[in-house]
């Protein structure tokens, strides 16, 4: 028998038909006792589980049992004193298995496993509002939470908060949302919305909550810290009122917990906490409340749910009445994906991915602060997609608008098509980009292109301080980082010349970006904007198809190039960020200085170490108003010199031939002459690839797609 759950005040008041404010106190915990009743005498003291999880994203290719039944093992040891809550994010930009039926599979997912309450997540608005209070929110069995989203009438879009009484304790959850939803998501969705900020709807929440008889009050985040050194010291914990008693983050899929002692007596009054991301963690905050004194001593912990769970799947599902369910929403699941996402749509030669970093010291996919191989060649699908139809000139993607690599070699446990020999599938194309955005146009000059590159640096207080754009091949910069904000793009070269600042440039990208996502406002300053009509993912699939096969490519549209000088006809500078880290990238060992053109005459070469160079150029035997381009192997980098930069030479001149001295002719005057760590997976096709951990999840993907 599954073992009843504990369910919020608000949806025993919508079944009863009297809801009319967001902090209502459901009296029972158990489903079978009397609605009204009084909850029975409890201990002085009573023990309580919180078990969290947050950006979920529609992982039911990546090990869902597993998910489910760490959460079962877990809920076991404290059945009756445990809430499990999630920080939102649970839908959105998710694996093919839930994307192709619009996320409603990991909704019944979770409804299974009887979530007790949800944070909203930015992700819930990527469909509109509409949907997240029409279908997302009728087809979840939780409440959906976000103190901080008002509509046009003022009111909460969805309920502020939540009120469980546990063991006998009232706990009151509320949950808000990152105030840059609305750059995160299209704002056609969100028209009317107002997010508010997120501390101080949470704080007055609580203060309503504690008001109204809880004796426990935790915040759901859907927002977190850049880096997880910054936790304590972070406006979500400092400003967050002391009514709150635990604060789950969730956002930037970030692992971090602290206990927090704010009265120095020995007794953790406060838990903070994130759970990473995709269900491979969960956090637990177990805490002790004393009735009398009505004081929380807490614990905290985040697990992992590979090393948590002690049973095989096949034990899980029969152990767990909730796993069971699980795995039969996954099973149907699957068998649509199979039907609907098999079709090959291209090949390739070898990993095309994006960028990779470090994350708890070990090499991780997604660093969006760098650039990569699949960025650059998403945003050159979108222009030569567009090139002819609409005129477009330049193609550019956000980073975060890529989620899953294109491998030679697939994971059968994370790709959908069971294969090795690097066919791509639609499957396969959806995890790369699964947020089914149009493709749009709009016309920038020259000066507003400059500052979308600009931008790239994002505002002050942003979840991630840069994002790198993906930018069609015919596109490439130089940047000085060490210049003051919106002076550090120096050079840009469109189609081998000098960008014009007053010329006019017609931009593709995504619908989502071309109005101004990501804190790219610059983008929805432009004139002539046009929805193309075309989906995102099926114009990728179709320039797979007439590219096929496509090879990874490693050549920066972008490198850093600081520290210009000059001495008489001699100009000096660095050169760096030249190697990629995306999988199989090599290391750019030698920078060859061309006049003219990239192919043109060599004037020397510079090693390079780390990705980087120092350059040295006579410049004193360039032609006027002669062009100076830097051509990076073996990665075939190329990128233009910037003019001011060879202007720091301006006051040089040629020498002629010397006077002769009256007893001897002189000699013609001759001209002056001018280890690193390897990258994560390169090499052969399909190394580096991202493991996730169950041999089911290999068995089942690869019989359904082998």
Known sequence: ?????????????????????SVLVLPAAHADETAGASPAPAAADADVDLLYFNDYHGRLASDPLLFAGAIEQLRAENEDGTLLLSGGDNVGASEYVSAVQQDNPTLDVLDALELDASAVGNHEFDRGVEDLTGRITERADFPYLAA???????????????????????IGVVGAVTQQTATLVSPAGIAGLTFGDPVAAVNAEAERLEAAGADVVVALYHEGVASSSDVLGDRLVTGTSETVDVVFNAHTHDVYDEAVDRDGDGTFERAVLQAGSYGGSLGRVSFSYDRETDTVDARTEVVDVGE?????????????????RVAEIVAAAEAVAVEQGSTPVGRITGDITTAYGLRDGQPARDDRGAESSLGNLVAESIRATLQEPHG????????????????????????????????VTEAEVNQVMPFSNNLNTVTLTGAQFKQVLEQQWQPAGSSRAYLQLGLSENVSYTADPSRPAGDRITSITVDGAPYDPAGSYVVGSVSFLIAGGDNFTALAEGTAATDTGRIDREAFSEYLAANAPLSPRFDRRSVQLTGAAAEACTVRFDVSSLDMTSLGAPDTTSLSVRAGAPDGTELGTAPVLDGAASVSLDTAELADGAAVWLVAEPTGTRVRVPDAVLGLAADCATPGPAEPEPTEPAEPQQPGKGRPDEHPG???????????GSERARQVLGRLFG
């Open 1 to 21: 028998m599954t073992p009843p759950k504990h369910r919020p005040a608000l949806h025993a008041a919508l079944a009863a038909g009297v809801v009319s404010s």
């Open 148 to 170: 901080n989203v008002l509509g046009p009438d003022g009111a909460p879009v969805t309920e502020a908060s939540a009120t469980f009484d546990v063991d006998g304790v009232r």
């Open 308 to 324: 948590t769970v002690t049973a095989s799947e096949e034990e899980l599902v029969a152990q767990y009445p909730r796993v069971a």
């Open 392 to 423: 477009v000139q330049i193609g550019l993607i956000n980073p975060g608008g890529l989620r899953a690599d294109l491998l030679w070699a697939d994971d059968p446990g994370v790709a959908l098509d069971g294969d090795r020999d690097g066919q």
């Open 682 to 692: 390169k090499g052969e096709p399909g190394r580096g690839v991202w493991e996730h």
